[in-house]
């Protein structure tokens, strides 16, 4: 099996910074595309950033220059540097990774909560 586990969210106020971590385990050849994910109560899921296994980024236009998607294939992590947090980000972010292995698939985080408020 595979499991995503995410760390690094929190209350922060705007202006400031956090930064996310997920970390992907278990029966894992290598992971292809990886990306952050986004929810805020009463809305539908959106992307907010994507990274290639060669590092190939792309983001969202509400985050571009502010948040930064980085990954570490040896670890098989996946990182999300937000800066100049507005109270607009506050949402519970996932990560989303393709997993290849004994059991390729599409793999999610259990979610960590970003609060951004004064």
């Known amino acids: 099996q595979v499991q995503l586990v995410e760390s690094g969210g929190g209350l922060v106020q705007p202006g400031g910074s956090l930064r996310l971590s997920c970390a992907a385990s278990g029966s894992i050849f290598r992971i292809d595309a990886m990306a952050w994910y986004r929810q805020a109560p009463g809305e539908q899921r959106e992307l907010v950033a994507h990274i290639t296994s060669s590092g190939s980024t792309m983001y969202a236009d509400s985050v571009k220059a502010r948040f930064t998607i980085s990954r570490d294939n040896a670890e098989n992590t996946v990182y999300l540097q937000m800066n100049s947090l507005k109270p607009a980000d506050t949402a519970v972010y996932y990560c989303?990774?393709?997993?290849?292995?004994?059991?390729?698939?599409?793999?999610w985080g259990q979610g960590t909560q970003v609060t951004v408020s004064s």
């Open positions: 989303n990774a393709l997993v290849i292995g004994p059991w390729t698939g599409d793999y």
